[in-house]
């Protein structure tokens, strides 16, 4: 009787420490498995965001840059030097203005061959500004020298 009554201890006692052992180690299985879950699972979700935001951001910088070259009016310099215009060719956006300048001892006009700006005669280091709200070619000529010739392409 007592040697059953040992036994039963020892076999209660070693179920309860394979049922504590099991739960314990399930427990343990469990919540690794679930923290590694949502581990994965949390930079999944948190580089999928930043690649939209960083995809969304990229449109707008390409946008604000893209918003001042066209809005912004600028100008541009042409130099007249040697007898001649440079650069000759020129193309700029509807508004923006064109700044001549002599830079020869001589003096010289940027005069448009239709009227649509005339510099009239600029002696050395003097400018002549003008904006442009027109689309088209403009070509225009010194008035002195007509064999100086060069154009302003207006988008
Ligand atoms: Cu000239």
């Known amino acids: 009787m007592k040697n059953n009554g040992l036994i039963i ?6 179920i309860a420490v394979v049922l504590i052992g099991g739960l314990t180690a399930y427990i343990l299985s469990n919540n690794t498995t ?16 930043s690649t939209n935001t960083e995809t969304n951001a ?8 893209a918003n001042p070259t066209t809005s ?8 007249i ?5 440079s650069p000759s060719s020129l ?4 508004g923006d203005s064109v700044r001549w300048t002599n830079r020869d001892s001589v003096e010289h006009t940027a005069t448009s061959d239709n009227n649509a700006f005339d510099s009239s005669l600029l ?3 003097e400018s002549f500004t003008f904006t ?18 060069a154009k302003i392409i207006v988008e």
């Open 81 to 85: 030097k040697n007898f001649a215009f």
């Open 123 to 125: 002696s050395n280091d």
């Open 34 to 49: 679930s923290n590694s879950n949502t581990n994965t699972n949390l930079p999944y979700s948190n580089t999928q965001p």
């Open 72 to 79: 912004t009016p600028k100008t541009y310099d042409v130099e």
């Open 91 to 94: 193309t700029i956006k509807k």
């Open 9 to 14: 201890g020892v076999v209660i006692i070693l």
């Open 132 to 149: 442009f709200n027109e689309a088209g070619e403009f070509s225009y000529h010194c008035t002195p020298h007509p064999y100086m010739k």
């Open 58 to 65: 990229n449109p707008p910088v390409t946008n604000a840059s």
